[in-house]
């Protein structure tokens, strides 16, 4: 459902189909609050399996330091494609840079300072990655990586959410937004979103998909460090 359909849904549940008592920029924060606790649900559990993306990038030579997206949270995979062009080409899965003292950033695994990167190594705080060797010419980066997941900023805009877990959401949503009225608050909305959320967890947690191709290293954690 898109943010429109959840306000609608939140709306019917409410048993007030246009906006009168419950305002919609209510409904909105109550539907983006929600949205945010999912998400946040999700990102605990099996990122990959919801919010995992993709990053292409062409290196220059003599340059070791690259920007992850924005929204980078984890970094699952570094890989250099044989073509742009065609993500599945792939030449070579970077092994993670090991860790070691702040002090040692001009170790290079390979004992080469200029060469085709073999290794990355993710720093958090800058948001970026370092590969090593440094390119010695034009290579083409391939980054998997876990993005954190956005707002619902217009009305036309998609949890990434399941849409078979949608109904949640708007569950909780609408039981927020019934706060607004002590005499009546929804603790069956409440209840029943609670339900709903066991669901949810227990079918992303039941997921057995294979994710040995995309996280063959583990994870690089954007924030700060190696899990």
């Known amino acids: 459902m898109t943010r429109n359909e959840l306000q609608s849904q939140v709306r019917t549940l409410l048993n007030e189909p246009v906006e009168g008592f419950y305002l919609d920029s209510e409904i909105v924060s109550a539907i983006n609050t929600a949205n945010d606790l999912i998400n946040s649900i999700l990102l605990r559990l099996r990122p990959e399996q919801v919010f995992l993306a993709y990053a292409a990038a062409s290196t220059v030579t003599g340059q070791k330091s690259y920007c992850l997206p924005v929204d980078t949270i984890h970094v699952n995979r570094v890989a250099l494609l044989n073509t742009l062009t065609n993500p599945d080409d792939i030449k070579r899965i970077l092994l993670p840079y090991p860790q070691f003292n702040s002090g040692l950033t001009t170790y290079s695994p390979t004992g080469k300072d200029a060469g085709e990167p ?12 370092d590969l090593f060797p440094t390119p010695d010419g034009i290579y083409f980066l391939q980054i998997a990586y876990d993005f954190r997941g956005t707002k619902l900023n217009t009305g036309v805009d998609i949890p990434a959410l399941s849409e078979e877990h949608h109904f949640a959401l708007a569950l909780y949503a609408a039981y927020l937004v019934s706060l607004k009225n002590p005499v009546e608050t929804r603790n069956d909305l409440h209840d029943l979103f609670m339900a709903r959320k066991e669901d949810i967890i227990a079918s992303y947690s039941n997921w057995n998909d294979n994710m040995d191709n995309i996280s063959p290293f583990g994870l690089y954690q954007a924030t700060g460090g190696y899990r």
């Open 118 to 129: 073999t290794h990355f190594l993710g720093r958090g705080s800058k948001k970026q990655i």
